[in-house]
């Protein structure tokens, strides 16, 4: 597992077609504890995902500090908002890519696929695959990499209740049996209520904290050695 202070001087994205520059984040702080799963919920548009991008690294383009604790550089598993499968992979293959392909990770792999009840369909092309059974894999992808640190960006927004309902079942006991640090974004309150032990509302722009709850005991520690900014 690994905490995470998120400390962003200043966000902004470039004039576009008319529209002026706009100043995303501007001195913004958010510390999460080692092991906590943070719910963040907050208006369409005001840089949710952003946030998780500039997380993960995969926005750099941005003035602050990204400081992981717990000493070496976390693994990061990251459920994105739209489930992202390589269409020319197998739903295994999927799962296998952020892995190092030893008989072992095909182990845990297909053993995850079966918990998701996608056994039968680990051979199959994510074409094939109804939405839902999408999201499950990109779950089983993101959790197969034994991540440090979970990054989720509405994982279950539209499906229906029945199996959001499924999967948010899933993804606790996912989570209860293997401990792991969760960021989980989503625009519906009842479900951030339902998975995290703090739920951060968040308003703006620029982005501020408008409401911070812990809900429930976190199960997580909070100590743990800093290691160095990621920028
Ligand atoms: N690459 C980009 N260039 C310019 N503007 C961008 C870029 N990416 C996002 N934006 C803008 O930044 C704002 C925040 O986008 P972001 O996707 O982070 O919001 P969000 O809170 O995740 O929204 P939603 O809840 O609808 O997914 C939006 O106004 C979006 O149009």
Same mark, same amino acid.
Do not use: M, N, W
């Given at each position: 597992m690994t905490g995470v202070t998120v400390h *962003?001087? #200043?966000?902004?994205?470039? =004039?576009?077609?008319?529209?002026? /520059?706009? &100043? +995303?984040?501007?001195?913004?702080?958010? $510390?999460v504890a080692d092991g906590s799963f943070v719910a963040v919920l907050g208006p369409s548009g005001l840089g949710k995902t952003t946030l998780l991008n500039m997380i993960a690294g +995969?926005?750099?383009?941005? /003035?602050?500090?990204?400081?992981?604790?717990? !000493? =070496? $550089?976390?693994? *990061?598993?990251? #459920?994105?908002q739209n489930p992202r499968l390589l269409p020319w992979r197998t739903v295994l293959q999927n799962v296998l890519l952020p892995l190092d392909g030893s008989p072992a990770s095909e182990r845990r792999a297909r053993s995850l696929l079966e918990e998701m009840g996608l056994g039968d369909a680990a051979d199959v092309y994510p /074409?094939?695959?109804s939405v839902g059974m999408q999201r499950r894999a990109a779950l089983a992808r993101a959790f197969a990499l034994e991540p440090d640190l979970l990054l989720m960006d509405e994982p279950f927004v539209s499906l229906d209740e029945a199996n959001a309902e499924k999967l948010r079942d +899933?993804? #606790? &006991? +996912?989570? &209860?049996r293997r401990p792991t640090t969760v960021?989980?974004?989503? @625009?519906?309150?009842?479900?951030? @209520?339902?998975?995290?032990?703090?739920v951060v509302t968040l308003a703006?722009?620029?982005?501020?904290? =408008?409401?911070?709850?812990?809900?429930?005991?976190?199960? !997580? =520690?909070?100590? !743990?050695? $800093?290691? !160095?900014?990621?920028?």
């Open positions: *962003i001087r #200043a966000k902004t994205f470039p =004039a576009q077609s008319g529209a002026p /520059e706009r &100043a +995303l984040y501007r001195d913004f702080l958010l $510390e +995969l926005d750099r383009a941005f /003035e602050g500090e990204i400081r992981f604790t717990g !000493g =070496a $550089e976390p693994r *990061i598993g990251y #459920a994105f /074409e094939r695959l +899933l993804l #606790a &006991a +996912l989570v &209860a960021l989980f974004v989503t @625009h519906d309150s009842r479900e951030a @209520h339902r998975l995290a032990d703090r703006g722009p620029p982005v501020r904290i =408008a409401e911070d709850r812990a809900v429930r005991p976190s199960s !997580g =520690a909070t100590a !743990g050695t $800093e290691s !160095g900014p990621r920028r």
